[in-house]
């Protein structure tokens, strides 16, 4: 009996004792909406086919807050907190100070390494990333973040990140920063020397799959699909001498950035040094793509069908290199998208609407502050850069700030783009609203570089400068409804039909991982993978 009980006793520590991950591989499919899963699923084979028939699928993740963009999505995913803690409230905020534009990861003093680069770091950041956290627990791991955008890479690697590399179009080759490095690598070096995309990539994006596949999502050409060389339809064919350049925007992007990542695994032998590390990887074309082409052309299949390969080249490497048992995967997005409205509008008779902001929208805005100055017999600007307001002018000519907001609300609302308005009291508060997505807004709302107030666009519309492709940033669920999956070698395969949110995937990663994260995010480790 004795042997008996040491010998369950044995086997119940060893389970409760699995190996600690040896890498944690964190994947952002930029823009990527989480119903492509239910959509294009069938016609995976690779990555995306593992992880979504093999993996925890969270069904109902979402981001939970308003600004549904990158510099916000990418910081929210690798520190676990939304723009209201992280500081990144944006892609670029106007400074409440100096009214200057300033980009999420802008940097006058990160020089350029090598040559190329520069110019960006992760100094606006105000809270650590995931791998900080796993830096400040152990020195010896390595973290490496890569991604075609800037932001994108430096928001999920974080500060303290050993290497961080984006895309340089104007010589095909993944640069930095001397925030991070101040030279290159052997193996990014040799990378770049290589000619990826003279080797890789043809003189035409073509399609992958069978014509009939690509006919059950709608028409190859559409009116307000973006235009390459005149045509949206397939196939693209390259220019040459801006070929660099145009690969953003293809699946070849994609697969370039999984080849980098590749080198980085071989060259910094990720996971394969007794220690537990971080590879940050954020794939931008399905953003790129979707933009021009929307979520139902033929050209976002296409490009995911590709990035699904490119996974799984990626996966089985690491099988190979790593360790099947070795390495944990998340994936997520950083954002969804909106459909093209004239699709909305054609294909499922929905109200939807493109509103051009140069015919539609400014004359609007420019009347609005027109009549607030002739109502406030004034000559001087009530709004100031569409961001902030003049409360000072208004209370000196006898108007409080619920007047005057009042006043600014129904000036919004007559126009016909506009569903909300928000104003930084109200943002800022902590008191029970009934304004329609009050919590996503505050959510997204960072208060020392947040603007006066922000508005809400109506539902299945956008406001763009053009009359092709589409757009996010809006808090709809097209907008914010992203997918959330963990894979590792042995995991019970399951579907979770509850809420969360895209800001649990980097402390579920730790706890998964067994280091720890700060206290106070807005995250928290989801049961059914850290069980």
């Not at 090598?114 to 400040?136: M, Q, T």
């Not at 042995?490 to 998964?512: C, F, I, M, N």
Request: include cysteine.
């Amino acid at each position: 009996m004795k042997k008996i009980i040491l010998v369950i006793c044995f086997f119940s520590i060893a389970a409760a004792k699995s190996p600690v991950p040896k890498l944690v591989v964190f994947i952002s499919v930029d823009q990527m909406r989480a119903d492509y899963f239910d959509r294009y699923g069938y016609l995976f084979t690779g990555g995306f086919k593992r992880l979504s028939s093999q993996g925890i699928v969270f069904s109902n993740a979402d981001l939970n807050y308003a600004t549904s963009e990158t510099g916000p999505g990418h910081a929210t995913l690798g520190t676990g907190c939304y723009p209201s803690k992280s500081g990144i409230l944006s892609n670029d905020w106007i400074d409440p100070d100096s009214k200057r534009n300033v980009y999420c990861v802008e940097d006058s003093l990160a020089k350029p390494v090598e040559g190329e680069g520069g110019g960006f770091s992760a100094r606006n950041l105000v809270v650590p990333a995931i791998g900080d956290w796993l830096k400040e627990h152990s020195k010896q791991s390595k973290v490496v973040a890569v991604s075609a955008k800037d932001r994108a890479a430096i928001l999920m690697g974080g500060s303290k990140a050993d290497f961080v590399f984006w895309y340089g179009k104007k010589n095909g080759t993944m640069v930095t920063s001397d925030y991070y490095m101040k030279s290159l690598p052997v193996w990014a070096r040799s990378f770049n020397a290589l000619g990826w995309i003279g080797k890789n990539v043809p003189d035409a994006w073509t399609k992958s799959l069978p014509e009939a596949e690509y006919a059950k999502v709608g028409p190859d050409e559409f009116s307000a699909e973006q235009k390459w060389n005149g045509s949206s339809s397939f196939p693209h064919v390259f220019d040459p001498e801006k070929k660099s350049e145009q690969i953003m925007g293809t699946p070849y992007g994609d697969l370039f950035v999984i080849d980098f990542s590749l080198a980085a695994i071989r060259g910094e032998k990720l996971g394969q040094r007794g220690v537990t590390d971080v590879l940050c990887v954020s794939l931008s074309n399905c953003d790129y793509v979707g933009h021009g082409y929307g979520p139902d052309s033929h050209e976002l299949l296409d490009l995911l069908v590709n990035t699904d390969r490119g996974l799984g080249k990626l996966f089985n490497e690491l099988d190979r290199t790593v360790g099947k048992n070795n390495y944990v995967v998340a994936l997520s997005a950083d954002h969804a998208v909106c459909p093209l409205p004239e699709f909305n509008s054609q294909y499922r008779n929905m109200n939807a609407k493109r509103y051009i902001y140069a015919s539609d929208i400014k004359p609007k805005l420019d009347s609005l502050a027109l009549l607030l100055k002739y109502e406030l017999d004034t000559s001087e600007d009530i709004f100031i850069k569409n961001s902030f307001i003049n409360y000072g002018l208004a209370s000196k000519n006898g108007w409080d700030s619920v007047k005057l907001e009042n006043e600014i609300t129904k000036g919004f609302l007559n126009i016909e783009a506009f569903a909300g308005v928000y104003f930084r009291h109200e943002l800022t508060s902590k008191e029970k609203s009934d304004k329609p997505y009050i919590q996503k807004y505050r959510n997204s709302y960072y208060p020392p570089r947040g603007e006066d107030f922000k508005y809400r666009v109506r539902e299945n519309c956008i406001i763009s400068s053009r009359t092709t492709g589409t757009t996010h940033g809006s808090p709809y669920s097209y907008d914010t409804h992203v997918p959330l999956i963990f894979w590792w070698n042995g995991a019970v395969p399951q579907t979770v039909q509850r809420e969360v949110h895209s800001a649990d995937a980097a402390p579920t990663l730790a706890k998964l991982a067994g280091f720890p994260s700060p206290k106070n995010l807005d995250g928290v480790p989801l049961r059914e993978v850290v069980k």
